[in-house]
């Protein structure tokens, strides 16, 4: 069965630092790879996805990630984090065979951003 | 955009009672719906996949005849939480099928008190 592990439960970092956020994922195959943002009790945003191709993404909000298939890894990075950015963020997968919205989603990684 | 609709966006009840909550795709058509539930501070945990026109498919652990799945037209899914008890008390999204992914609802927060 495919997992996705987030590491990190929790990060704090100050605004205008640097961020990484890992995402290790455990599948026969590539699957389709999804990073997801959530505020406090609301619905869920997405902010970049991998089907194939080049294995820099760019998304929404300045947030970009990096697939790098020999570590199983679709690490999300922001070069400089905004107070705005504090929220839970998920990654999640889907199999490449069919649908790419089935999802099996990380156990998240909350972001505080201190001023 | 596609825009998906969730109501009610929250809902409390009296254990025992039952509860149902609507998800509408508003701008397209969606053969395919899923419905997820999410504890507090957890992830989100993918309940069933609900079709148009046929009967749902429920992940391994999901009581089929407590949360019951209807989507009877291709804009509207209904998750129906039947006896509910305090346990059911969570944050239930819904996401309607995309080509290249999913777009999901804003989610319903349901108390069982």
């Known amino acids: 069965a495919q997992s996705v592990t987030q590491p990190d439960i929790h990060i704090t970092v100050s605004e205008g630092a640097s961020l990484e956020l890992r995402c290790n994922y455990s599948?026969?195959?590539?699957?389709?790879l999804f990073w997801y943002v959530q505020s406090p009790g609301q619905g869920l945003q997405l902010l970049l996805k991998y089907f194939s191709g080049d294995t820099l993404v760019q998304g929404i909000k300045g947030f970009e990630a990096e697939f790098k298939r020999s570590q199983s890894s679709f690490n999300l990075r922001k070069p400089s984090v905004h107070w705005s950015d504090a929220a839970e963020y998920f990654c999640?997968?889907?199999?490449?065979?069919?649908?790419?919205?089935?999802?099996?989603f990380g156990t998240g990684t909350r972001l505080q951003v201190t001023l | 955009g596609a825009v998906v609709s969730q109501h009610p966006s929250w809902v409390i009840c009296k254990s025992g009672t039952s509860v149902k909550i609507e998800c509408r795709s508003l701008d397209f058509q969606a053969t395919t719906m899923f419905w997820y539930r999410q504890f507090p501070k957890q992830s989100l945990m993918l309940m069933a996949t609900s079709n148009e026109g046929s009967k749902a498919t429920y992940e391994q652990g999901v009581e089929k005849d407590k949360f019951l799945i209807n989507h009877a037209s291709l804009t509207l899914s209904t998750l129906t939480v039947t006896s509910a008890h305090p346990e059911d008390s969570s944050f239930y999204i819904c996401?309607?099928?995309?080509?290249?992914?999913?777009?999901f609802g804003p989610g319903t927060r349901l108390t069982v008190l």
């Open positions: 999640a997968v889907a199999p490449n065979t069919g649908t790419a919205s089935k999802l099996t």
């Open positions: 599948y026969g195959a590539t699957p389709y």
């Open positions: 996401s309607a099928e995309l080509a290249g992914g999913a777009d």
